[in-house]
């Protein structure tokens, strides 16, 4: 029933920005924190931001705090990730998350996107 479809992972050079998009259905979309987390290389996920339902509230990993940032859409069910200044350590898949209520560990999360690649080059 629920889907979370993600896009907007490609090829970018250091320095960059690049803005990941992600569109729920099957949910009352406002009612979920939306979370971004991203693959670490021991396969671990890494959480990067979340936003609460309304919008009112974000949070952020101290890995990217001042150079990312969340929002979202409502009235899109879309959530996004502004990624700037974009680094080789950025490099790796990154999920888009629902959670029925505020959390910051990806445990936390009902629903996951697919990932998408985001490519840094080096």
């Known amino acids: 029933q629920v889907q979370l479809v993600q896009s907007g992972g490609r090829l970018v050079q250091i320095g960059d920005s690049l803005r990941l998009s992600c569109t729920t259905s099957?949910?009352?979309?406002?009612?979920?924190?939306m979370g971004w987390f991203r693959q670490l290389p021991q396969k671990e996920r890494e959480f990067v931001a979340s936003i609460s339902g309304s919008g009112g509230n974000s949070f952020y990993g101290g890995s990217v705090k001042g150079r990312f940032a969340i929002s979202r859409d409502n009235a899109k069910n879309t959530v996004y990730l502004q990624m700037n200044s974009l680094k080789s350590g950025d490099r790796t898949v990154y999920y888009c998350?629902?959670?029925?209520?505020?959390?910051?560990?990806?445990?936390?999360?009902?629903?996951w996107g697919r990932g998408t690649q985001v490519t840094v080059a080096s």
């Open positions: 099957g949910l009352v979309f406002s009612d979920y924190y």
């Open positions: 998350a629902a959670a029925g209520n505020g959390s910051n560990s990806s445990t936390d999360f009902d629903y």
